[in-house]
């Protein structure tokens, strides 16, 4: 290759190296001047805030108040409730009629006269002290001593055998006997132990007065002449006579001899 050659080619290198040169200045040039640059992409980290909620937890004050307990003691007041006196009728004893059971009228007699003296228990209705009584079983509870000084002043009597006031089997207050001396017990009229004939029929208009059956010189008299009636009022008298006194007050079907 020719001189010559070698340097045409040269010169064409380095023209073209030259006008490389010029086109870069150019661009630089061109940034610079906020020309038509390439646009420039900005990455933008989007900034994320995080708020923390603040949570107020507000603890509800429980105020405990303990309930002021005020303990009341409730004043007792004891009444003394009067008991009715125990009135010699046709159907009990005032306060408890035929037909009642042991418990309560016993409970009723001792209320009002205090412990019996004498309580016998069941026993042969056929055999026993008070004369034939109603089968299979009586009982007599007593107080007092009569005024004649022989035996009880007051005596009720029970029986689980039939009468009027109740069914077999059934335990229950039937009659009673009252000879006079403490206690002292009377109707409701007043008529008692030592009362006149004339006082007891004036008193109670129904009663009849007969001779005694077992002893004519005495007397016998009775409240209700129906026999299948058992409440009544019947005993004995000194006699016939309105002055005749009364030896017994006794009330319902009773024993017999």
Not at 62 to 91: C, N, Q, R, S
């Amino acid at each position: 290759m020719d001189n010559q050659l070698i340097r045409n080619i040269t010169l064409g290198i380095g023209g073209l190296i030259l006008l490389l040169v010029i086109v870069l200045l150019l661009l630089l040039f061109l940034n610079d001047d906020g020309g038509d640059a390439a646009p420039s992409t900005a990455t933008t980290s989007a900034e994320t805030t995080t708020t923390a909620v603040e949570t107020t937890t507000t603890a509800a004050e429980t105020t405990t108040t303990g309930a002021e307990t005020t303990t009341t003691v409730a004043e007792t007041t004891t009444t003394t409730v009067a008991l009715d006196p125990l009135i010699l009728a046709d159907d009990g004893i005032g306060g408890v009629g035929f037909g009642a059971t042991p418990e309560v009228a016993i409970a009723y007699a001792t209320a009002v006269l205090g412990p019996p003296d004498l309580d016998t228990g069941w026993i042969d209705g056929l055999s026993s002290p008070y004369g034939v009584c109603p089968e299979p079983e009586v009982r007599g509870v007593e107080w007092g001593t009569s005024a004649a000084g022989l035996g009880s002043a007051f005596t009720m009597l029970f029986t689980n055998g039939a009468t009027t006031h109740a069914a077999p089997g059934t335990e229950h207050f039937f009659g009673y006997y009252y000879f006079g001396g403490t206690p002292a017990l009377a109707t409701v009229e007043g008529i008692s132990y030592g009362s006149t004939n004339l006082e007891l029929q004036t008193a109670i208009p129904s009663v009849v007065v007969d001779e005694d059956p077992f002893d004519p010189s005495a007397g016998a008299w009775v409240s209700n002449v129906d026999p299948t009636d058992q409440d009544l009022l019947w005993g004995f008298s000194t006699s016939v006579d309105p002055t005749g006194t009364l030896t017994t007050v006794n009330g319902g079907g009773t024993c017999g001899e």
